[in-house]
């Protein structure tokens, strides 16, 4: 074969889930410096404080992909690579497309982001922002791929269109980092019109018309943090937290302290019990996106997996001898792990922590010396993921929506709501080092769209019938 034909043969040759693997690898970032790794999260506020109890969340359960029924290791985002593809065969018309130009297109333009990336000197949550941002325009694209029925034209001129954007929060008291979702109608169309008056490519709009904005222009929820905040023993301590909520009563939201306050007049009507609750409903096909929830009575193995091996990537980067933090004091004075929560759940804790090393898939914790140290440790985090928890669950709430990215940019998971049970279930860590980590963001892009449109319409079947 002449080197001319082999040259050939590779242009049209269809994209693999290999090269996507590898088009998309994310790098790791550094803090630039010792002033960054700052570990102050927002307590909750009293819009937080205000949210119904009907609505608040009540137990947090791991949980596991549910298009990976059958797997143990549930952090591998393997399969999330072999979903996308799955997905993306449903629409051969736009896979076969992805090839030539168009192929080496797609590999330029996220190799270009990755450098922007790359480069970034990180020293707060704002600068993970940026990088979120960067990092969601390869997953916007990702993710179209998957949602709609795009042209040669369309496909040949990629970045000329719009669809999914990063979208600010206006709301006041509780913003949100950045919330995906789609562009407003009237930027789809000016960029429509652009377009096709300089006879760049065909319009987008056709393709998304027939969505109902209200509910298609938010669909995840992005919550950033300072690098520090990502450290696996963070995740860790929200994770054996979640098995406490199953274990024990425990009071996961801070109450009002404020009767007789004007503010929030809605909400102390509902609390008082002078109006009722009307929860939003769940997509009808809920249990076929995102996460299928872990229950420690019935799934402890799965569970006890995760939590070993977390504690693994604690150990990773730090000495036994070196786990617990040395400053154990705020800069005004108080310990780490002050406060009525703390206090409430240390106990429970501590007796966790003692069954916990009965288990053999746990072998790690035979590496610290002190159990009173570990536990220490944990607590050291546990106000800081709960303020993280809350803040989380409030934008969800807030929003109306059903998923919440917490990220870090090097270390990330996502919370999935239930709206009807209370429910919340938490992905397994996730790192931005694994290949596949941003075709699993795109992933959850895609289930959140399909949950965003499934609840519109389940919503204008309500008003339709309402109106009979």
């Not at 549930?74 to 018309?93: E, N, T, V």
Request: proline content about 5%; some cysteine; hydrophobic content about 35%.
């Amino acid at each position: 074969m002449s080197a001319h034909s082999g040259a050939e043969s590779t242009t049209t040759a269809v994209v693999t889930a290999a090269e996507f693997e590898s088009w998309t690898l994310a790098p790791t970032l550094m803090p630039s410096a010792d002033h960054t790794n700052s570990t102050y999260t927002r307590p909750p506020s009293l819009y937080d404080k205000h949210i119904p109890k009907a609505l608040q969340p009540k137990i947090i359960y791991l949980g596991k992909p549910h298009y990976q029924p059958h797997s143990s290791d549930i952090s591998d985002p393997g399969p999330a690579i072999d979903r996308y593809f799955f997905q993306l065969c449903k629409r051969p018309d736009v896979f076969k497309l992805l090839t030539g130009t168009v192929r080496d297109d797609l590999r330029s333009r996220w190799e270009i982001i990755l450098e922007l990336i790359s480069n970034l000197n990180i020293q707060n949550e704002q600068d993970v922002r940026f990088a979120e941002k960067l990092v969601a325009e390869i997953v916007y694209k990702l993710s179209s791929l998957l949602l709609f029925d795009l042209s040669k034209d369309q496909l040949e001129n990629f970045g000329k269109w719009i669809a999914l954007a990063s979208r600010s929060n206006t709301e006041t008291g509780t913003n949100a980092d950045f919330l995906l979702g789609l562009h407003g109608k009237d930027a789809i169309l000016e960029r429509d019109s652009r377009n096709s008056s300089q006879s760049r490519c065909e319009g987008i709009w056709p393709l998304l018309e027939h969505l109902d904005l209200d509910f298609m222009q938010y669909i995840v929820i992005v919550e950033c943090n300072n690098l520090r905040l990502g450290n696996p023993m963070g995740y860790l301590a929200l994770l054996l937290l979640s098995c406490l909520t199953q274990k024990v009563q425990v009071d996961l939201w801070p109450q009002a302290q404020c009767h007789g306050c004007g503010e929030f007049r809605e909400s102390h009507m509902v609390q008082f019990g002078h109006a009722p609750v009307q929860s939003p409903l769940d997509s009808p096909i809920a249990s076929a996106y995102g996460l299928t929830a872990v229950p420690l009575h019935s799934e402890a193995a799965i569970v006890h997996q995760e939590i070993g091996r977390v504690f693994g990537l604690v150990l990773e980067n730090h000495e036994p001898s070196d786990i617990v933090r040395d400053a154990t004091e705020d800069l005004r004075g108080r310990p780490n792990d002050f406060g009525n929560f703390a206090d409430l759940v240390r106990e429970p804790m501590r007796n966790l922590l003692l069954s916990l090393e009965e288990v053999q898939t746990i072998k790690v914790l035979d590496q610290f010396c002190d159990k009173d140290d570990l536990l220490k440790d944990i607590m050291w985090w546990i106000n800081r993921m709960r303020d993280i928890f809350v803040q989380a669950c409030s934008q969800l709430i807030g929003h109306n929506l059903t998923f919440c990215i917490v990220t870090s940019y090097n270390d990330s998971y996502f919370f999935q709501r239930n709206r009807q049970t209370g429910e919340i279930t938490m992905s397994p860590l996730q790192q931005v080092s694994k290949k596949g980590h941003i075709i699993q963001r795109a992933v959850l892009c895609s289930e959140a769209f399909y949950d965003s449109k499934d609840r519109s319409q389940l919503n204008e079947e309500l008003v339709t019938n309402e109106t009979r």
